[in-house]
C-alpha cells in the first residue's frame, strides 16, 4: 500500500458519538460543544483563554487585527516574520494593511534571533513566529528581544498542539501575547477544519469573541437560558467576522484531544527511528528538535543534496514525500524581500518531509529510511 506524507487517525466510534448528542440536542453551532472544548483546552494547555474558531488562517489575522487596533499600529507598519512557514502566516499582514518583513531561520527552521534583531526598525511592532514542526527552537530568545524592544509576540502554533517544554506548553510562556493553534484535517489533533485563538490578556479575548461574531456582543449559545428561553436582544460594537467554530468540529476535537499525548508519544517513537537511521550517513541533515523532549513532530524534515531525485525515487515505491515549505519569498506577493533570507533559501531547494503519521508501522519507517539511505549514500 502507498505511504502518505500525512494522514489523520480519527476514533471514529467516540466522534460519532459526540457528534450524535449535537444532532440530538438540536444544537451543532458555536455554543455547546465549542464551550466544552474551549474548557478542555484551556486545562490540556494551562491558557487562561481560549477562543475556538473556524481555523488558525481566521485566527492569526484576528490576532493581528486586535493588537493593531488595540495598541495603535498604523498602516504600512512591519511585523517580522519567517518564509519557512504555509502562507496564512503571512497573509495576517497585508490583509491588516501591515508589512510582512522576513528574516532568517535557523538550524530548527525557526526564526533566527540574530537576524531578527537586524531587522528591527522603527516601524517594526511585532514578531510572527511559528513553531516548525512542533520545534520552539530559540523562542526563549525571541521572547528577550521582544520585551527588549517593546514588540508584540505572535505565535503561529499550528504544529505545535502538544508540544511541551519542561512540562509547560510554550504558547503560556511569558512574553507571549498571542498563540494560535490548528486542528486542520492533517494537523496533530485534527478535525475538519478549525483553530483556537489564545490571548495573554483577556481584554482581547473579549475582543476577540465580538470580533470573530460579526461584532455581535452575546453570543446565542449564551442568550438561549436553561429552560430555552430566549433573549433577542444584542448590541453591534465592532464590523466583525464570521470566524468562530461549531459544535461538530468542536465534537471531533474533544475526543481527539483525550488521544494527543498517547498520539505525539508514538510521533517521537517514530521520529527516532528515522534519526537512528540517518545518524551515519554523512549526507543527510536531519532538522532536529532542540533541548526539549516533548515536541509534537508535526513533520519529519530532512535537507538532503538532491531533494526532486529523492521525492521521485521515493515516488516509485509509492512512497509520497512533501515539501514544508518553500520560502514564501519566492512567492510573487512576498517577492520584494526576496534575497533577505538566504539560509532559508537554500534550505527551501534540498528539505523533504517524511512520512510521519499515526498508520505508520516501524516496518514502514525502516522501508522509507532503506529508500531514502540507498539513494543518497
Ligand atoms: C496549517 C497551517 C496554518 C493554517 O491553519 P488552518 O487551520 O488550516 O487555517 C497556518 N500556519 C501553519 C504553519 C500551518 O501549518
Known amino acids: ?136 527552537g530559540r523562542l526563549k530568545t525571541i521572547i528577550e528581544i521582544c520585551r527588549k524592544h517593546g514588540l508584540k509576540l505572535i505565535l503561529d502554533a499550528a504544529h505545535m498542539s502538544g508540544t511541551r517544554v519542561d512540562g509547560v506548553c510554550p504558547g503560556t510562556w511569558d512574553g507571549v501575547d498571542v498563540t494560535v493553534y490548528s486542528y486542520q484535517a492533517v494537523k496533530n489533533l485534527p478535525t475538519a477544519d478549525s483553530g483556537m485563538i489564545c490571548f495573554a490578556d483577556g481584554r482581547y479575548d473579549v475582543i476577540a469573541r465580538k470580533l470573530g461574531w460579526l461584532g455581535i456582543n452575546k453570543d446565542t449559545y449564551a442568550r438561549t437560558g436553561d429552560k430555552g428561553t430566549y433573549k433577542w436582544k444584542y448590541d453591534v460594537e465592532y464590523v466583525g467576522q464570521k470566524d468562530h467554530g461549531n459544535s461538530i468540529m468542536a465534537a471531533i476535537g474533544i475526543v481527539q484531544l483525550r488521544y494527543l499525548d498517547e498520539d505525539n508519544r508514538y510521533r517521537r517513537m517514530l521520529a527516532s527511528m528515522y534519526d537512528q537511521a540517518f545518524a551515519d550517513n554523512p549526507n543527510i541533515k536531519i532538522v532536529g528538535a532542540p533541548y526539549h523532549d516533548e515536541c509534537s513532530y508535526h513533520i519529519y524534515e530532512l535537507i538532503v543534496p538532491d531533494r526532486e531525485g529523492l521525492l521521485d525515487e521515493l515516488a516509485k515505491h509509492e512512497i509520497y514525500a512533501g515539501v514544508h515549505y518553500r520560502d514564501n519569498t519566492e512567492y510573487s506577493i512576498y517577492a520584494y524581500d526576496h534575497g533577505e533570507c538566504p539560509h532559508a533559501h537554500e534550505v527551501s531547494q534540498h528539505i523533504i518531509s517524511l512520512p510521519l503519521h499515526l498508520y505508520l508501522t516501524e516496518e514502514d519507517i525502516r522501508l522509507v529510511a532503506g529508500v531514502v539511505n540507498d539513494f543518497t549514500r
Open 1 to 136: 500500500m502507498a505511504i502518505q506524507v500525512l494522514k489523520p487517525k480519527f476514533h471514529v466510534d467516540e466522534c460519532i458519538e459526540q457528534i450524535r448528542e449535537c444532532l440530538e440536542k438540536g444544537w451543532t453551532g458555536m455554543g455547546f460543544k465549542t464551550v466544552e472544548f474551549e474548557e478542555k483546552w484551556k486545562e490540556y494547555t494551562g491558557h487562561p483563554h481560549a477562543y475556538y474558531l473556524n481555523s488558525n488562517t481566521v485566527g492569526l489575522y484576528m490576532a493581528v487585527q486586535i493588537l493593531k487596533a488595540e495598541c495603535g499600529w498604523n498602516d504600512g507598519d512591519e511585523i517580522i516574520t519567517t518564509p519557512i512557514t504555509f502562507v496564512s502566516t503571512n497573509h495576517a499582514m497585508p490583509k491588516n494593511n501591515l508589512i510582512a518583513r522576513f528574516a532568517d531561520v535557523d538550524e530548527y527552521l525557526c526564526l533566527d534571533p540574530q537576524d531578527v534583531e537586524r531587522k528591527i526598525n522603527e516601524r517594526t511592532r511585532a514578531v510572527m513566529f511559528v513553531g516548525y514542526g512542533g520545534r520552539v
